[in-house]
Nanobody
C-alpha cells in the first residue's frame, strides 16, 4: 500500500529556514503528482505547493511564493519542501499528499488522495 512519511519539521525563529521531506513507498513514485498542504490550529487544511508527476510544473499558494520551493528526487522516491524566510503564520502541521491517479499535473486536497501523517512546523516571532 502507499505510504508517505514526512520529516524535517521543528521549531525555528522567524526569518529562518527548514527543509521538509516526504518519503513515498508502495508504487512508482515518478508517476504521480505530489503536494504539500498545511493545517494551522483552528483552521482548515490549505494547499501550500505542488509538483506535477513529471516535475516540470510547480504551483504555489500566493502566501508562499518567493519563499518556498518544491522539488522531487524520483531516484529516492522523495519530495522536498524548502522553506525560507519563515513567518509565524507558517506555523502548522504540514502534510504531503500524492495524487491517486497517475500522470496528473496537480494533486488536490481531496481525501481520496494519499496522505502522510504530518510534521509540525513552529515559527517563533
Amino acid at each position: 500500500q502507499v505510504q508517505l512519511v514526512e520529516s524535517g519539521g521543528g521549531l525555528v525563529q522567524a526569518g529562518g529556514s527548514l527543509r521538509l521531506s516526504c518519503a513515498a513507498s508502495g508504487r512508482t513514485f515518478s508517476n504521480y503528482a505530489m503536494g504539500w498542504f498545511r493545517q494551522a490550529p483552528g483552521k482548515e487544511r490549505e494547499f501550500v505547493i505542488g509538483i506535477s508527476w513529471s516535475g516540470v510544473t510547480t504551483y504555489y499558494a500566493d502566501s508562499v511564493k518567493g519563499r518556498f520551493t518544491v522539488s522531487r528526487d524520483n531516484a529516492k522516491n522523495t519530495m522536498y519542501l524548502q522553506m525560507n524566510s519563515l513567518k509565524p503564520e507558517d506555523t502548522a502541521v504540514y502534510y504531503c499528499a500524492q495524487a491517486r491517479a497517475p500522470h496528473t499535473i496537480v494533486v488536490s486536497g481531496d481525501a481520496s488522495n494519499y496522505w502522510g501523517q504530518g510534521t509540525q512546523v513552529t515559527i517563533s516571532s
